[in-house]
């Protein structure tokens, strides 16, 4: 199973919005709605912010949105802010073997 | 709170072995599908195996199929991962995480929280 594919970097300003993708295919992204997002600070564990494609766990600020169009996943973060300057991670159902795939992971830095 | 705590990595020679474990508190535990994931320096996560909540299933990436053997004892709260023939590929963090949501590891749920992680280095 192939990792999905992020953008290795992604920045922005203050204040602005940022945008990641998240490719898969047929068999995992377009699929299913099960893709997740997770951010994961410098020496930090990695921290769920987006669930079944577009669903936020309470307590994650509204600044974070999710979506998907085929087979493509999309984080959104409006409103930038120098604690969102971390990694970021999608996730993924797959039907193949092993029940779920990992993005290649994007950097986000806050100019 | 939920937190999950992990143990047991070192430094170990290829082709020894290793045990890992994973306390868990603030939740019912026996719920719960629980994950091992790790990442090796520098680079991205991988799933590496799971384990449904009453260890009728289990599921492994196959990178690890064959080596690794994940296990759950509910009474204690805790998961493991025996890790034999270890090879210098698997160095990394290994983080256990909890289903968010149900008890099948092999769902689309996702994993929340995840421990802070426990570092197995493999190098003669």
């Known amino acids: 199973q192939s990792a999905l594919t992020q953008p290795a970097s992604v920045s922005g300003s203050p204040g602005q919005s940022i945008t990641i993708s998240c490719t898969g295919t047929?068999?995992?992204?377009?699929?299913?709605?099960?893709v997740s997002w997770y951010q994961q600070h410098p020496g930090k564990a990695p921290k769920l912010m987006i669930y079944d494609v577009s669903n936020r766990p309470s307590g994650v600020s509204n600044r974070f949105s999710g979506s998907k169009s085929g087979n493509t996943a999309s984080l959104t973060i409006s409103g930038l802010q120098a604690d969102d300057e971390a990694d970021y991670y999608c996730?993924?159902?797959?039907?193949?073997?092993?029940?779920?795939?990992f993005g290649t992971g994007t950097k986000v830095t806050v100019l | 709170e939920v937190q999950l705590v992990e143990s047991g990595g070192s430094l170990v020679q290829p082709g020894r072995s290793l045990r890992l474990s994973c306390a868990a508190s603030?939740?019912?535990?026996?719920?719960?599908?629980i994950h091992w994931v790790r990442q090796a320096p520098g680079k991205g996560l991988e799933w590496v195996s799971g384990i449904s909540w009453n260890s009728g299933s289990t599921g492994y990436a196959d990178s690890v199929k064959g080596r690794f053997t994940i296990s759950r004892d509910n009474a204690k709260n805790s998961l493991y991962l025996q890790m034999n023939s270890l090879r210098p590929e698997d160095t990394a963090l290994y983080y256990c995480a909890k289903d968010m949501q149900g008890g099948s590891y092999y769902s689309g749920a996702p994993l929340d929280p995840w421990g802070q992680g426990t570092l197995v280095t493999v190098s003669s």
């Open positions: 603030g939740f019912t535990f026996d719920d719960y599908a």
């Open positions: 047929s068999s995992d992204v377009g699929g299913y709605n099960y």
């Open positions: 996730s993924s159902y797959t039907s193949s073997s092993t029940p779920r795939v």
